[in-house]
T-cell receptor, first 112, second 113 residues
Framework: EADIYQTPRYLVIGTGKKITLECSQT?????MYWYQQDPGMELHLIHY???????EKGDLSSESTVSRIRTEHFPLTLESARPSHTSQYLC???????????FGPGTRLTVT | SQQGEEDPQALSIQEGENATMNCSYK?????LQWYRQNSGRGLVHLIL?????REKHSGRLRVTLDTSKKSSSLLITASRAADTASYFC?????????????FGSGTRLLVRP
């Protein structure tokens, strides 16, 4: 079982609200990632970080933002949620030098 | 997906049978990985095969890689109902000075008891 945590697990929120999805890992990994996944579909990388104060946008354009102030913490923020943001958000981490990624349990977001 | 395509999209087998899933990709890779995802959960890493390897085993899992055909297969032997899940291949490719992991669309496996 990977030591990577996401909260909340489920979130239902109204349009226009600001939300922050939390992701923490206790493995000391340098690299962290956020993926977006619709039900039964592939994962799309939306943000990644290779270390503290380093963040990059991924392949899928996203209106969300991320920060990496501490190694273990990689929160994702949506300033104004919309129904199009309804999806599952998966956080992952990996150690420099290995390809394997460790995933959190995901946050299923529904915007009404 | 531009990089990873999996076949079949869905597979239903009887417990005890073997399950084979295939993954094809388009560009050169550093390695190829297989992950498992139970419904509504995060992904769990199963096995990684490097571009210079042809076959790898882990318990009931056997992965092959054919870089000339740009394809890989995952074989689960003696399947169990608990193997029911979605299985994703992911290719690690070099992008500028870093590496990126690109996931396929997945195969949904149902193992009937």
């Amino acid at each position: 079982e990977a030591d990577i945590y996401q909260t909340p697990r489920y979130l239902v929120i109204g349009t226009g609200k600001k939300i922050t999805l939390e992701c923490s890992q206790t493995m000391g990994h340098d690299k962290m990632y956020w993926y977006q996944q619709d039900p039964g579909m592939e994962l799309h990388l939306i943000h990644y970080s290779y270390g503290v104060n380093s963040t990059e946008k991924g392949d899928l354009s996203s209106e969300s933002t991320v920060s990496r102030i501490r190694t273990e913490h990689f929160p994702l923020t949506l300033e104004s949620a919309r129904p199009s943001h309804t999806s599952q958000y998966l956080c992952a981490s990996s150690s420099t030098g290995t390809g394997e990624q460790y995933f959190g349990p995901g946050t299923r977001l529904t915007v009404t | 997906s531009q990089q990873g395509e999996e076949d079949p999209q869905a597979l239903s087998i009887q417990e005890g049978e073997n399950a084979t899933m295939n993954c094809s990709y388009k560009t050169s890779i550093n390695n190829l990985q297989w992950y498992r995802q139970n419904s509504g959960r995060g992904l769990v890493h199963l096995i990684l095969i490097r571009s210079n390897e042809r076959e790898k085993h882990s318990g009931r899992l056997r992965v092959t890689l054919d870089t000339s055909k740009k394809s890989s297969s995952l074989l689960i032997t003696a399947s169990r109902a608990a193997d029911t899940a979605s299985y994703f291949c992911a290719t690690e490719i070099r992008m500028d000075s870093s590496y990126k992991l690109i996931f396929g669309s997945g195969t949904r496996l149902l193992v009937r008891p």
